[in-house]
């Protein structure tokens, strides 16, 4: 049986009387591109803090084997982290920067830094303040990925970037570093975008772990039925999760198989995680007027 590179169980991450992350158990095998999601101030920050050890928590929780707060140096040789307000020192060069790895990590390899950044308009003689963000980000990902981890955390790694930078920067992190034995958690809020990267998903909604499952199991356990407008009340009846619109008309968004003459009214289609999202951590008067 194999480890799970991370496992929580009861993990709570308190500010004050505020309870920031809820009472929540997961885990994470190695080889997982995990996504993780939730709406602002639903908890996942302070959950991927918790996670690195710069949040005290309560509850049990393991990374590599190892306590994130007791054990941080020895887990951070086996770990990376990109926090959604990392930045570069804007004066040093690329050159420079790799240096000032090759001291700072046992694991980080000067040779790999410098081959990912091929794939890149990065170049070695560049300072950060000469590139663009999305070079930054690109640069920080191959400083990152060049580190012989197990577990990288990326908290919103393509926030505010153009489309084609976001497109480049999953391209790098899938094709040169997971690898099927590492495992990546990611917090973004592009999930079009990263949905078809992603093997699992952790979504929180006001600090509570509302949904903990494989990309595989989702597509087995809810059920989406696209159907005729005039079928809205029989839908309706059968209770499901979210009733919403697509490009061919209304579609109702079950937790398991309707019963089975409900199904006889519409057409299965996959719901896309995003509706998914929208059904467990909207406010339930809001599912019921939307028509």
Not at 16 to 41: E, Q, Y
Request: charged share 25%; hydrophobic share 45%.
């Amino acid at each position: 049986m194999n480890t799970p590179l991370v496992s929580a169980k009861g993990l709570t991450v308190r500010y004050g009387r505020k309870r920031a992350v809820d009472d929540v158990s997961f885990t994470i095998p190695k080889g997982r591109v995990v996504g993780l999601l939730g709406h602002n101030g639903a908890g996942k920050t302070s959950l991927m803090k918790a996670l690195v050890g710069l949040a005290p928590c309560d509850g049990e929780l393991s990374v590599l084997g190892l306590s994130p707060r007791r054990e941080r140096v020895q887990m951070l040789e086996s770990l990376c982290y990109i926090p959604d307000v990392a930045i570069l020192p804007r004066w040093a060069r690329v050159d420079q920067l790799i240096t000032l790895m090759q001291g700072l990590h046992p694991r980080f390899s000067a040779a790999r830094a410098e081959a990912l950044l091929q794939r890149t308009s990065v170049s070695l003689s560049h300072k950060v303040k000469a590139l663009s963000k999305g070079m930054v980000v690109q640069l920080h990902l191959a400083l990152i990925a060049a580190i012989d981890a197990q577990v990288m955390v990326l908290d919103e790694p393509t926030l505010g970037l153009d489309v084609l930078s976001r497109k480049s920067f999953y391209e790098m992190l899938i094709d040169e570093w997971c690898d099927g034995e590492r495992s990546v958690l990611i917090s973004t809020h592009q999930v079009e975008e990263i949905e078809s990267l992603l093997s699992d998903v952790l979504m929180l909604n006001e600090g509570k772990l509302v949904l903990s499952i494989s990309l595989e199991e989702m597509d087995r356990r809810f059920v989406a039925l696209s159907h005729d407008p005039t079928e809205a009340d029989a839908m309706a009846a059968a209770h499901p999760l979210l009733r919403y619109r697509t490009q061919g008309g209304t579609a109702a968004l079950f937790d398991g198989p309707p019963p089975a003459d409900v199904q006889a009214r519409g057409t299965r289609v996959r719901p896309s995680l995003v509706d998914l999202f929208v059904a467990l951590t909207r406010a339930p008067e809001i599912n019921r007027t939307q028509f």
